[in-house]
Nanobody
């Protein structure tokens, strides 16, 4: 089992920034791709970004390209999501996930482990 705990959510004005962090514990972090997803009220959980084990490869949904940056520190077993130029439509609960589905894994079913989520609210 891999336990994932997100932190860093909060309330921010449009145009502002937030940084989310996900700490992993339990079985080895090694070899797992890490992803961030989000779920807005009344909507399905959607893919945001993934990062490979090495950190050299990343993939983003079009809606956040150029604004969000995913990174990881394998020595600390953490994966971060830096969110800049936030928009009200970015408001959602953000989830960290891990799996072996590959850098282009966008489906929730491709991730085996999930965190509890952290709320991000962007006011207009």
């Amino acid at each position: 089992q891999v336990q994932l705990v997100e932190s860093g959510g909060g309330l921010v004005q449009a145009g502002g920034s937030l940084s989310l962090s996900c700490a992993a514990s339990g079985r080895t972090f090694s070899g797992y791709f890490m992803g961030w997803f989000r779920q807005a009220p009344g909507k399905e959980r959607e893919f945001v970004a993934t990062i490979s084990w090495s950190g050299r490869n990343t993939h983003y949904t079009d809606a956040v390209k150029g604004r969000f940056t995913i990174s990881r520190d394998n020595a600390k077993n953490t994966v971060d999501l830096q969110m800049n130029s936030l928009k009200p439509e970015d408001t959602a609960v953000y989830y960290c996930a891990s799996g072996r589905g590959g850098i282009f894994a966008r489906a929730t079913s491709q991730y085996a482990f999930w965190g509890q989520g952290t709320q991000v609210t962007v006011s207009s």
